[in-house]
């Protein structure tokens, strides 16, 4: 089963306006990972953050971690059409044999 | 990071044919993984190349479906064995340079079977 779990499944905003989208995990983890996929294609790496931090930031993303409510937080700011994507956050546990596990994705639309 | 090259991008295959999937990467890794997404849904871990020895799958994956090679630190293959309308997914391969380091994934390759 999948060990992140993700919510929305699916969200739709105006271009200029911000995106939070959330992901909750089951078991302990040594790193969250957040991803961007367009229009089935490759991941695109986003942000990593570690079982230590809580707080990550790149450009206009995001990222939270709250290890105690075994869940973290994108947050795209200013979005952009070229935004509409979907993301997934994939969890790197020991419990797992420290692979990857990923969670169901949100499909983001930003409309012009 | 690491840039994974990838191919075939896409493809469409007869049921029953096998394809190989190549993926070089530009620098030596330790951790080179197979990934299978079925449209409309996440990933799935298929296996874990090793190189030097037999890749090691996960429930619901098996050698004689998905033969794996990895001869060495920068490239693996995936072979998709017999194929039947329901392997139509997009295939990725994905690197990890170390243990607390982000993974990195290729443009995977889009298999259509007919």
């Known amino acids: 089963s999948q060990q992140g779990e993700e919510d929305p499944q699916a969200l739709s905003i105006q271009e200029g306006e911000n995106a939070t989208m959330n992901c909750s995990y089951k078991?302990?983890?040594?790193?969250l990972q957040w991803y961007r996929q367009n229009s089935g294609r490759g991941l695109v790496h986003l942000i990593l953050?570690?079982?230590?931090?809580r707080e990550k930031h790149s450009g206009r993303l995001r990222v939270t971690l709250d290890t105690s409510k075994k869940s973290s937080s994108l947050l795209i700011t200013a979005s952009r059409a070229a935004d509409t994507a979907s993301y997934f956050c994939?969890?790197?546990?020991?419990?797992?044999?420290?692979?990857?596990?990923f969670g169901g994705g949100t499909r983001v639309l930003v409309k012009p | 990071s690491a840039v994974i090259s990838q191919k075939p991008s896409r493809d469409i295959c007869q049921r029953g044919t096998s394809l190989t999937i190549q993926c070089q990467v530009d620098?030596?890794?330790?951790?080179m993984f197979w990934y299978r997404q079925q449209p409309g849904q996440s990933l799935t871990l298929i296996a874990t190349?090793?190189?030097?020895?037999?890749?090691?799958?996960e429930s619901g994956f098996v050698i004689d479906k998905f033969p794996i090679s990895r001869p060495n630190l920068t490239f693996s293959t995936l072979t998709v064995s017999n194929m039947s309308p329901e392997d139509s997914s997009i295939y990725l391969c994905?690197?990890?340079?170390?243990?607390?380091?982000?993974?990195?994934f290729g443009d995977g390759t889009r298999l259509s079977i007919l």
């Open positions: 078991t302990s983890i040594n790193n």
């Open positions: 620098s030596q890794v330790t951790m």
């Open positions: 190349a090793n190189q030097g020895s037999e890749a090691t799958y």
């Open positions: 994905s690197v990890r340079l170390g243990g607390n380091q982000p993974q990195h």
């Open positions: 994939a969890t790197d546990a020991s419990a797992a044999g420290n692979k990857l596990t």
């Open positions: 953050i570690r079982s230590n931090e």
